[in-house]
């Protein structure tokens, strides 16, 4: 076909066959054209920019989940740790008038449990048990043992001694605790 241009009427035509775009605000040509327009924007999201959004969210979530968990056990590390040196300091006062350590938290005041543990719990779950493993007249070790979905943790276990030495101990689901790190 061939197309002589002598003014908007061909160019009109021509719109209609192949869709040319024309600038948004100006006038229809036609009826027909401005159906068409608003045919398509009523159209909403296409099945590939829906599945962009997905990945999209899905990459954020598989970045973001695993450094949010990471935080949380910080935090959960953080109170165990200022648990275990109250209990520790708890212990020294308990020296300091009976002249000897106890193993018992009971005699420390912390109220007593049916196996001698201080549980270190969030809002809803426990995450840490506190024990005082080993007591004399001259020394004591108290332990923070992750429990529950922090026995998950890469830390290991938190030791402190009568000397105030503290360390880090590999348990069963932690065989090299990175100390430096952690604590």
Not at 37 to 62: D, N, P, S, W
Not at 109 to 116: D, L
Not at 118 to 138: R, V, W
Request: glycine share 4%; proline share 6%.
């Amino acid at each position: 076909a061939t197309w002589v241009v002598m003014g908007p009427q061909p160019l009109r035509v021509l719109r209609c066959f192949i869709s040319i775009p024309r600038q948004m605000g100006s006038a229809p040509s036609s009826p027909g054209l401005k159906n068409d327009r608003m045919k398509y924007m009523k159209q909403g999201f296409t099945l590939i920019e829906l599945l962009i959004a997905i990945v999209i969210v899905a990459i954020l979530a598989a970045i973001a989940l695993p450094i949010y968990e990471h935080q949380i056990q910080e935090s959960r590390r953080a109170s165990a740790k200022s648990s275990l040196l109250d209990v520790a300091a708890a212990e020294e006062k308990y020296f300091s008038t009976n002249n000897t350590y106890t193993n018992s938290l009971a005699n420390l005041g912390y109220a007593a449990t049916a196996n001698n543990t201080l549980d270190i719990p969030s809002a809803t779950a426990d995450y840490y048990q506190i024990q005082i493993n080993a007591a004399s007249n001259t020394s004591f070790t108290a332990t923070a043992t992750p429990v529950n979905a922090q026995a998950t943790d890469d830390c290991g276990e938190y030791v402190v001694n009568a000397m105030g030495n503290q360390s880090v101990q590999a348990i069963a689901t932690t065989p090299t605790p990175m100390p430096g790190n952690c604590w």
